[in-house]
Every structure is written in structure tokens, then in C-alpha cells.
């Protein structure tokens, strides 16, 4: 399994199990998954992590001037559930929605604060590196050969970025691929709550610059040179750990909170590391929602696109409290009958998918031309597996919806001539 994340631009065909049996040291040395992480007790799993490459490509120049997005009332506009209404007429939050909310405040924020000090962050002074900067270097090295190996379209969109950036990019993308891997790997079924307390504070030990390898030491660095935060790592984390005991989410307000843990999240820890094109006049805040809210379209096509698979997992991640309104039960999800009533829930579940992109949409344009590009692929690409759920009838109990390759080559023209669409003015 895989996670669906931000600015995705890789199919989830290429993405593999145990990648990092392949990853090794200067020494030739297997840098294997820390099997201190792995505990006796088994834990059954099943988890719906969609790790597509990720929310992590584009070579952008940050712009030092933005604001936090407040005085410009840059909150969501595209909202977690029905929305409560007050007799006044205002919207209100759900619990999830503000959680989350507060986090995107948070980390838009700091970047505003870092890069109004100043363009070129300096590295933290007690930051633990290895002896030999070469080593650092190599690292770096093996993130990228991991991102080339599983993420073939991501990596190459990483390509247009300045080497900094692009080295930044796969020290985050491996970490969450390690991440994810620890419940969702080939030793998946060994691992426990407290072995993903141990990886958390390995988390913090990466960012108080002591990492434990290699490959650590390569988002040691790069945290140490960006304003990335750890709360969407550590929320990454909190997701991981919903899939231990987790099978199914009474609302959507339940089931928005699990895709921002296990999606959202990669778009929050890698816009630090895009930017914003420098002639945009969008607020910060307002491009980490699109980035948020790209993470919950794709997990949300995910979802769609793979109930049958999750099914036979014992796994529903359908809102249970839609479910009954339609007139449905766990019960069809695993007869897997297409029924009128399942394809007027399906129609329901995709809509709200692509309000989501369409919230996502208005954010890429206020990426820096370098990066537009493959976000825009990405998107359209990955959006148009709603398409195909829908030219299979809404069969995605035995029918694995995908976009064929010649699809793929076809929209990537039209990917590239929305990428020449400027930054907003207004």
C-alpha cells in the first residue's frame, strides 16, 4: 500500500514494498529499517496509505513577502462535511477541520516569519553533521536513487529543481516512504504502538540534529536549512498509528482527519521547500490549503477507486452515517453488488473528491512557472480516476479503476499549457 499525497506525480504502479532492502551506506552495507523499531507482539493490518511520490516536486523560489493569509480571510473554502450553520448565518468548523486548520496557521506562520528574516536560511549551529560533508552528500545521493527507483515520474519532475531543493525534496520523500513502510512493509504485521513511539522520537532526534543514519542525517539537514516543521511529521505518525486499530469512520469528519494525517501532511512538510512564484499575490495560507486539499483528493480518489481491495481486507473507509442514508451496510461493500442505491452513493463520494481538486486547482497557479508543470500533471492525472470509476459503472468492487498510458501521454500537452497560465495578479 501507498499513500496519497500532494503534488503527486507518479502512478501508484511505481511505487514498490520494501524499498529499503536496496538502500545501502558508503560501506555497501544494508541501511535496514532500525529493528529496534519491531516489537514481539503481532499486530493484524491493513492499512490505506497511498504513497504515490508525493506532494514533493518543483524547483520554486520561495517569495519573502508573503502574508499569513488572516487579513485576507484565507480559511477553507472547501469544508470537511456538511457544513453547521449558526442562526446568523456563519459557518462553522467541524472538530477535524479546525484541528487541522490550525496546523496549516501554524506552518504558514513560520515560513512567513523565516524567509522575511531571510532569503537564505543559515544551518543551525548545533546541528550534529556527519564528519565528512561527503557523507552527507552520498546521502542525499541515496535518497534520490530510492526516489528514482520507485518514483520514475516524480523523480524526473524533480529534475527542474535548483540541487538544493531537489536534495530537500528526497530527504522528505524517503522519510515518509520509511514511514510508511514501518506499517505497511513486507514486517508490517510485527510492528506496534510503541514501536511508532520509538520512530517519533527518532523524529524528534532529527530535528534536534542528532540523526540515528545516514539517510537521516540528510532530513537533519535539510530541516536544519528550511522551515519545515515537525507537527505534520508527527502527525504523518498519528496516521500510522489510526491504521493499527482503525477500520472504519462513522462520518467524514472522521475520514477527512485520517486523509490529512496520511496525505495532507506531505504537502505541509514540502511547500517550505516549493515556494510561491514571486509576482503571486495569493497568501501563504491560501497555497497550503490548496496543498491540503490536493492530499485529500487524492486519498479520497484512493478510497474510492479501491473499496473492493479494501474490502477484502475487512477494511470500510466510507463514511458509515452516508453509507445508512444511502440505504447501504458493510454488508454490500463486501457482496460487492452494484446497486442503483451504490451508484447513487458513489456519485455523491466523487463529487465531493473533485471539489476538492477544484479547491487544489486554484492553488497551483501560484507556483513558480518551474514547478506548475508537474503539478498539473499530477493533478489531472490523478483526477481522472474518477473518470474511469465512472466509465466502469461504478464496479470498483472487481474492477481496479486506472488512466492508460496513452490517457497519460495525452494529458500531459494539456498539463503544460495550463502550466503557462501566470500567478495570480488578484
Given at each position: ?109 513560520m515560513v512567513d516569519r ?24 552520498e546521502a542525499y545521493d ?285
Open positions: 500500500m501507498s499513500v496519497a499525497v500532494v503534488w503527486v506525480v507518479s502512478p501508484a504502479s511505481e511505487v514498490g514494498s520494501g524499498f529499503l532492502d536496496s538502500v545501502r551506506d558508503g560501506n555497501n552495507r544494508v541501511l535496514a529499517w532500525d529493528r529496534s523499531l519491531v516489537c514481539n507482539d503481532r499486530v493484524k493490518l491493513g492499512g490505506k496509505r497511498r504513497w504515490n511520490s508525493s506532494s514533493l516536486n518543483a524547483d520554486l523560489k520561495y517569495s519573502c513577502s508573503r502574508g499569513s493569509g488572516l487579513e485576507n480571510g484565507g480559511r477553507f473554502s472547501i469544508l470537511a462535511s456538511a457544513v453547521a450553520t449558526t442562526p446568523a448565518g456563519e459557518m462553522k468548523m467541524t472538530t477535524s477541520e479546525q484541528k487541522v486548520y490550525d496546523v496549516v496557521l501554524k506552518q504558514a506562520a523565516k524567509f522575511r528574516s531571510s532569503e537564505k536560511p543559515e544551518v543551525k549551529t548545533d546541528m550534529i553533521l556527519p564528519r565528512d560533508l561527503g557523507v552527507l552528500s541515496r535518497c534520490g536513487e530510492v526516489c528514482a527507483e520507485y518514483a520514475k515520474t516524480f523523480y524526473l519532475g524533480t529534475m527542474l529543481m535548483t540541487p538544493e531543493r531537489r536534495r530537500a525534496i528526497w530527504a522528505i520523500y524517503v522519510w515518509c516512504r520509511r514511514t510508511d513502510e514501518l506499517v505497511d512493509g513486507p514486517n508490517a504485521s510485527h510492528i506496534t504502538p510503541k514501536a511508532l513511539d520509538r520512530w517519533e522520537a527518532r523524529l524528534d532526534d532529527i530535528f534536534g540534529g542528532r540523526p540515528f543514519d545516514m539517510l537521516d542525517a540528510a532530513v537533519s539537514y535539510t530541516v536544519s536549512k528550511f522551515p519545515v516543521d515537525i507537527q505534520p511529521f508527527r502527525d504523518m505518525i498519528e496516521g500510522m498509528r489510526m491504521d493499527l486499530w482503525k477500520s472504519r469512520y462513522k462520518n467524514f469528519d472522521e475520514l477527512y482527519l485520517y486523509c490529512y494525517y496520511v496525505a495532507g501532511t506531505v504537502g505541509l512538510m514540502s511547500v517550505p521547500v516549493m515556494g510561491i512564484a514571486p509576482d503571486s499575490k495569493a497568501t501563504t495560507e491560501s497555497v497550503y490549503n490548496a496543498a491540503l486539499a490536493l492530499g485529500i483528493a487524492n486519498q479520497l480518489t484512493n478510497i474510492l477507486r479501491d473499496v473492493g481491495e479494501d474490502a477484502r481486507r475487512g477494511r470500510v473507509y466510507l463514511p458509515q452515517d452516508e453509507l445508512a442514508q444511502a440505504g447501504l451496510s458493510d454488508e454490500d461493500i463486501f457482496a460487492g453488488r452494484v446497486t442503483d442505491k451504490w451508484r447513487n452513493f458513489m456519485k455523491k463520494q466523487i463529487l465531493r473528491a473533485r471539489k476538492f481538486f477544484d479547491e487544489a486547482e486554484r492553488g497551483v497557479t501560484e507556483l513558480s512557472s518551474a514547478s506548475r508543470w508537474p503539478v498539473w500533471a499530477s493533478l489531472l492525472l490523478y483526477r481522472k480516476i474518477l473518470d474511469e470509476i465512472e466509465s466502469n459503472d461504478y464496479n470498483n468492487f472487481t474492477r481496479r479503476a486506472y488512466v492508460s498510458k496513452p490517457k497519460k501521454l495525452l494529458m500531459l500537452p494539456v498539463a503544460y499549457a495550463k502550466s503557462m497560465v501566470p500567478a495570480s495578479l488578484n
